[in-house]
């Protein structure tokens, strides 16, 4: 039901000259904005807050921002997103004492609200929060750092994920993160993905126009 969207993650962009860097991603066609927020608690690397998210909004970027919060606890700065311009707010379950408030303090701050599930943590969590989700965010690596290889039993949670969806028949965009290329993108969107975060991929190569490109046709074959 939904289009796809690739949203390169800024954690590879040069973030000497960020504002420009997300611009010129933006330009090259891409669709949202992926903000990965590391708090060197929760996940072992230290990245950046909702100064910058407001920084990026100030400098023009008015493409969808999707924040994916790897942070704990995770409530208190959830507010201060909603203010700097996010569109999206996803989280891990377990950086929460109550995946319900969370989920619906997101949604009043008048942002979409998603839950982020690493390779290892079962889906049974969503039993009872599928009318409060807008995303699911399945990681296909293990959160911390950009460039690592994409997990392959990940193809068939999503499997599980996709059909989870479906069966709820609610509206609700399945994203996938950590390892995604030009040469597996093909496969994960087979596997049910329409939401496709791609950090190294994107930003390690000299023309993003070309790599976005190329995710696109891989996906429409
Ligand atoms: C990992 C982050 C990812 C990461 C993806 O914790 O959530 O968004 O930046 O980077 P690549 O696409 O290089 O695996
Ligand atoms: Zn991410």
Known sequence: PFNPVIAPSILSADFARLGEDVASVIDAGADWVHFDVMDNHYVPNLTIGPMVCDALRNYGISAPIDVHLMVKPVDRIIPDFAKA??????????????????????????CEAGLVFNPATPLHILDYVMDKVDMILLMSVNPGFGGQSFIPSTLAKLRQVRQKIDESGHAIRLEIDGGVKVDNIGEIYAA??????????????????????????????
């Open 85 to 110: 311009g996010a569109s999206t707010i996803t989280f891990h379950p377990e950086a929460s004492e109550h995946v319900d408030r969370t989920l619906q303090l997101i949604r009043d701050q008048g």
């Open 192 to 221: 049910g993905a329409d939401t496709f975060v791609a950090g190294s991929a994107i930003f390690n190569t000299a023309n993003y126009q070309e790599t976005i490109a190329k995710m696109r046709q891989e996906i429409a074959k």
